[in-house]
C-alpha cells in the first residue's frame, strides 16, 4: 500500500482530477435536475409556496410529472456516478496530485448550495424535524407526543404534509436539535415549504463548519488540505446524504471537531463543545471517549474536559431537556435496510420476538465495534496532526491520539452498528481525512453508495411492482453484502498486518508449497520410526 505522495507515472482517466471533479459534477447536476422537476416519486411535497424563498421546482403542470422509474433512475446512476468520480479523485491525489485548496473547496460550496435550491431527496426525515419544530410551536413536548396524534385529531398546516414511517415515533433528538426545529418553525412560520428552506439551511451551515474545520486541521500540508477539501465539503456522497437529503448529522460532528480543535488551549472548552456535540446526538459520545484517551496520560487537562463536558451536556439535558436523554436511547431498538444485520434480523424475528432479536444483534454489534477498532488500531498509520510540538511522538500528542481513535471507534461503529446510515458516515469521514491515504478511503466509498443506493427510493408511499422488487434488492442483498465485504476487507488487511509484523521478528512464514512439504516430511519420519520399531507403516 502507497502512503507517500508520489508524482504521478503518466495520467489516464482512472487517475484524472478533471475527470473525477467532473463526474462529481455531473452527480451534481442530475440530483438538482430531478429535484427542480418538483414532487414526484423522490422529491418531496412541501405544500404551496408562499414566499419567494428555496427551494425551487418547476410550477405544476408545466410539464408531465416524470415515472418512478425516470426519477429513481436517474438519481441511481448520480450515487454511482458520484462514488466513481470520488474513487478516481482519491486515487488521482495518491498519485501526486496537489490541487489548490480554496478551489477544491469553493467547488464544493457551489455543489452545495445548488443542491440546496431544490426541495430534499427521498429522505422524508427533514419533514419530521419540521413536525417536531411545530409541535413546540404549539406548546407541547416532542418527546412525549407525536405528530400523528395531532393531525389525526385536528387539522394542521404544516403536520399535515408528514410523511409514514415516523408519523407515531416521538422526537430521539438530543435538546439542541429540538432548538433548530423549533426555530426553523419560527422563521417559517405555518409553511411547510419554507421551514424546510430553514431546516435545509440548517443542515448545510454545520456541515460546512464541519469541513472548515477539517481543513484547518490538515494546515501546512498542502496534499492533505486538498484531500480534506475534497473528502468532506466536496464529498458527492456527503452532499448527497446530507445536503440533498436535510439531514441534521452535521451538527454533532461540527461541535466534536470543534472540541478536538481546541485540545492543546483549552481542556474544558474542548469538554464544553463534546457536551455541546452529545446534546445534538448521543452517537458522538465515540468522540468523547476519543478525547479522553488523547488526555489519558496529563490528568489535569482530563479533569478539566471531564468538567466542561458535564457542564454543558448537564445542563441541557438535566436542566433543559431531561426526557431527551431517554429519548435518544430508542435507536438502539431500531435495524436498518442494507446494514449487514438486516438479513440476519429477517431470520430471527420467525423464532423470535422483535426485542429478543434486537437484543441478540446487539450484543454481536457491540463486541464487533471493539474488534474492528482494535484490527484498525493495528494497521492504520499515524499520521502527526498540524501544530503537533516539535519533537513530540504522534502518541503522544493529545490531538493526534484523539483524530486516531475517533477513526478508530467510529468505523468500528459505523460498520457493526444495527442501524446505519449514509448520513452517518460524516463522522467517520472527518478524522478518516486527517490520517492520509489508506484502505478505508475506498471501503467507505462504496460503503456509502451502496448504503445510499439502498434509500432510493425511501419514502413511505406505495410504488410500482418492478421498482419495489428491484429497491428491495439493493437493500436486502447488495448493500447487506457490501456491508459484510467492508468487514472481510478489514479482517484481511489486519491479518496480513499480522503476517508481516511476525515476519519482521521471526523470519518469513513459509509458503503453502514449504508447508505442505513440511507436512509430507513429517508423515514420513512417523512410518520410518514405526518401521524401525518393527509396527506395521500406516496405509
Given at each position: 500500500?502507497?502512503?507517500?505522495?508520489?508524482?504521478?507515472?503518466?495520467?489516464?482517466?482512472?487517475?484524472?482530477?478533471?475527470?473525477?471533479?467532473?463526474?462529481?459534477?455531473?452527480?451534481?447536476?442530475?440530483?438538482?435536475?430531478?429535484?427542480?422537476?418538483?414532487?414526484?416519486?423522490?422529491?418531496?411535497?412541501?405544500?404551496?409556496?408562499?414566499?419567494?424563498?428555496?427551494?425551487?421546482?418547476?410550477?405544476?403542470?408545466?410539464?408531465?410529472?416524470?415515472?418512478?422509474?425516470?426519477?429513481?433512475?436517474?438519481?441511481?446512476?448520480?450515487?454511482?456516478?458520484?462514488?466513481?468520480?470520488?474513487?478516481?479523485?482519491?486515487?488521482?491525489?495518491?498519485?501526486?496530485?496537489?490541487?489548490?485548496?480554496?478551489?477544491?473547496?469553493?467547488?464544493?460550496?457551489?455543489?452545495?448550495?445548488?443542491?440546496?435550491?431544490?426541495?430534499?431527496?427521498?429522505?422524508?426525515?427533514?419533514?419530521?424535524?419540521?413536525?417536531?419544530?411545530?409541535?413546540?410551536?404549539?406548546?407541547?413536548?416532542?418527546?412525549?407526543?407525536?405528530?400523528?396524534?395531532?393531525?389525526?385529531?385536528?387539522?394542521?398546516?404544516?403536520?399535515?404534509?408528514?410523511?409514514?414511517?415516523?408519523?407515531?415515533?416521538?422526537?430521539?433528538?438530543?435538546?439542541?436539535?429540538?432548538?433548530?426545529?423549533?426555530?426553523?418553525?419560527?422563521?417559517?412560520?405555518?409553511?411547510?415549504?419554507?421551514?424546510?428552506?430553514?431546516?435545509?439551511?440548517?443542515?448545510?451551515?454545520?456541515?460546512?463548519?464541519?469541513?472548515?474545520?477539517?481543513?484547518?486541521?490538515?494546515?501546512?500540508?498542502?496534499?492533505?488540505?486538498?484531500?480534506?477539501?475534497?473528502?468532506?465539503?466536496?464529498?458527492?456522497?456527503?452532499?448527497?446524504?446530507?445536503?440533498?437529503?436535510?439531514?441534521?448529522?452535521?451538527?454533532?460532528?461540527?461541535?466534536?471537531?470543534?472540541?478536538?480543535?481546541?485540545?492543546?488551549?483549552?481542556?474544558?472548552?474542548?469538554?464544553?463543545?463534546?457536551?455541546?456535540?452529545?446534546?445534538?446526538?448521543?452517537?458522538?459520545?465515540?468522540?468523547?471517549?476519543?478525547?479522553?484517551?488523547?488526555?489519558?496520560?496529563?490528568?489535569?487537562?482530563?479533569?478539566?474536559?471531564?468538567?466542561?463536558?458535564?457542564?454543558?451536556?448537564?445542563?441541557?439535558?438535566?436542566?433543559?431537556?431531561?426526557?431527551?436523554?431517554?429519548?435518544?436511547?430508542?435507536?438502539?431498538?431500531?435495524?436498518?435496510?442494507?446494514?449487514?444485520?438486516?438479513?440476519?434480523?429477517?431470520?430471527?424475528?420467525?423464532?423470535?420476538?422483535?426485542?429478543?432479536?434486537?437484543?441478540?444483534?446487539?450484543?454481536?454489534?457491540?463486541?464487533?465495534?471493539?474488534?474492528?477498532?482494535?484490527?484498525?488500531?493495528?494497521?492504520?498509520?499515524?499520521?502527526?496532526?498540524?501544530?503537533?510540538?516539535?519533537?513530540?511522538?504522534?502518541?503522544?500528542?493529545?490531538?493526534?491520539?484523539?483524530?486516531?481513535?475517533?477513526?478508530?471507534?467510529?468505523?468500528?461503529?459505523?460498520?457493526?452498528?444495527?442501524?446505519?446510515?449514509?448520513?452517518?458516515?460524516?463522522?467517520?469521514?472527518?478524522?478518516?481525512?486527517?490520517?492520509?491515504?489508506?484502505?478505508?478511503?475506498?471501503?467507505?466509498?462504496?460503503?456509502?453508495?451502496?448504503?445510499?443506493?439502498?434509500?432510493?427510493?425511501?419514502?413511505?408511499?406505495?410504488?410500482?411492482?418492478?421498482?419495489?422488487?428491484?429497491?428491495?434488492?439493493?437493500?436486502?442483498?447488495?448493500?447487506?453484502?457490501?456491508?459484510?465485504?467492508?468487514?472481510?476487507?478489514?479482517?484481511?488487511?489486519?491479518?496480513?498486518?499480522?503476517?508481516?509484523?511476525?515476519?519482521?521478528?521471526?523470519?518469513?512464514?513459509?509458503?503453502?508449497?514449504?508447508?505442505?512439504?513440511?507436512?509430507?516430511?513429517?508423515?514420513?519420519?512417523?512410518?520410518?520410526?514405526l518401521v524401525h520399531r518393527g509396527r506395521p507403516p500406516l496405509g
Amino acid at each position: 500500500m502507497r502512503t507517500s505522495w508520489l508524482p504521478p507515472a503518466g495520467l489516464t482517466w482512472r487517475n484524472s482530477p478533471r475527470v473525477g471533479l467532473g463526474l462529481i459534477l455531473l452527480a451534481t447536476v442530475l440530483t438538482v435536475a430531478i429535484g427542480a422537476l418538483g414532487p414526484s416519486a423522490v422529491t418531496l411535497t412541501l405544500g404551496p409556496r408562499t414566499s419567494l424563498l428555496p427551494p425551487y421546482y418547476l410550477p405544476s403542470g408545466l410539464i408531465p410529472v416524470p415515472g418512478e422509474w425516470v426519477v429513481s433512475g436517474v438519481l441511481f446512476a448520480a450515487v454511482i456516478i458520484g462514488g466513481v468520480g470520488l474513487s478516481i479523485a482519491v486515487r488521482a491525489l495518491r498519485d501526486g496530485w496537489t490541487p489548490k485548496v480554496w478551489r477544491v473547496f469553493t467547488f464544493g460550496v457551489v455543489l452545495n448550495l445548488a443542491t440546496l435550491t431544490v426541495p430534499p431527496l427521498t429522505s422524508a426525515d427533514v419533514l419530521m424535524y419540521a413536525a417536531y419544530g411545530r409541535l413546540q410551536a404549539l406548546g407541547m413536548n416532542p418527546y412525549d407526543i407525536t405528530p400523528a396524534a395531532v393531525f389525526r385529531s385536528q387539522f394542521d398546516p404544516v403536520l399535515r404534509w408528514t410523511e409514514r414511517p415516523w408519523q407515531d415515533t416521538p422526537s430521539v433528538y438530543g435538546p439542541i436539535m429540538t432548538w433548530v426545529q423549533l426555530l426553523a418553525n419560527r422563521f417559517g412560520g405555518v409553511n411547510m415549504h419554507d421551514i424546510v428552506f430553514w431546516l435545509q439551511l440548517s443542515a448545510f451551515v454545520p456541515f460546512l463548519v464541519t469541513s472548515a474545520v477539517v481543513v484547518w486541521l490538515a494546515h501546512g500540508d498542502e496534499q492533505l488540505k486538498g484531500r480534506a477539501a475534497l473528502l468532506t465539503i466536496a464529498n458527492p456522497l456527503l452532499i448527497w446524504a446530507i445536503t440533498a437529503g436535510a439531514h441534521n448529522e452535521g451538527w454533532s460532528v461540527m461541535f466534536a471537531m470543534l472540541g478536538i480543535m481546541l485540545m492543546r488551549r483549552t481542556s474544558v472548552g474542548a469538554g464544553v463543545m463534546i457536551g455541546l456535540a452529545g446534546a445534538c446526538k448521543l452517537s458522538i459520545g465515540l468522540y468523547g471517549v476519543a478525547m479522553v484517551w488523547g488526555y489519558r496520560r496529563q490528568p489535569r487537562k482530563l479533569a478539566g474536559l471531564v468538567a466542561g463536558t458535564a457542564l454543558s451536556m448537564g445542563l441541557l439535558y438535566g436542566l433543559f431537556a431531561p426526557g431527551a436523554l431517554f429519548a435518544a436511547l430508542r435507536n438502539t431498538a431500531y435495524v436498518s435496510v442494507g446494514s449487514w444485520a438486516q438479513p440476519f434480523y429477517t431470520v430471527l424475528t420467525y423464532y423470535l420476538t422483535v426485542p429478543a432479536a434486537t437484543g441478540v444483534l446487539n450484543l454481536f454489534s457491540v463486541a464487533g465495534t471493539a474488534i474492528v477498532a482494535w484490527m484498525l488500531s493495528r494497521v492504520l498509520p499515524w499520521h502527526p496532526i498540524a501544530g503537533t510540538p516539535e519533537g513530540v511522538a504522534p502518541d503522544r500528542d493529545p490531538i493526534t491520539v484523539a483524530v486516531r481513535t475517533a477513526l478508530l471507534l467510529s468505523v468500528g461503529w459505523l460498520t457493526t452498528s444495527l442501524y446505519t446510515l449514509s448520513w452517518y458516515d460524516l463522522i467517520a469521514w472527518a478524522p478518516l481525512v486527517l490520517i492520509g491515504p489508506s484502505w478505508l478511503d475506498g471501503l467507505f466509498i462504496w460503503r456509502g453508495v451502496f448504503l445510499s443506493l439502498s434509500y432510493i427510493p425511501g419514502r413511505g408511499l406505495d410504488y410500482g411492482e418492478s421498482l419495489s422488487a428491484v429497491a428491495a434488492r439493493i437493500r436486502d442483498t447488495f448493500s447487506p453484502a457490501v456491508q459484510w465485504a467492508v468487514l472481510a476487507v478489514i479482517a484481511w488487511w489486519w491479518h496480513q498486518d499480522a503476517l508481516r509484523r511476525r515476519a519482521d521478528r521471526t523470519g518469513p512464514a513459509p509458503t503453502l508449497r514449504e508447508r505442505w512439504c513440511g507436512a509430507l516430511a513429517t508423515v514420513g519420519s512417523y512410518r520410518d520410526a514405526l518401521v524401525h520399531r518393527g509396527r506395521p507403516p500406516l496405509g
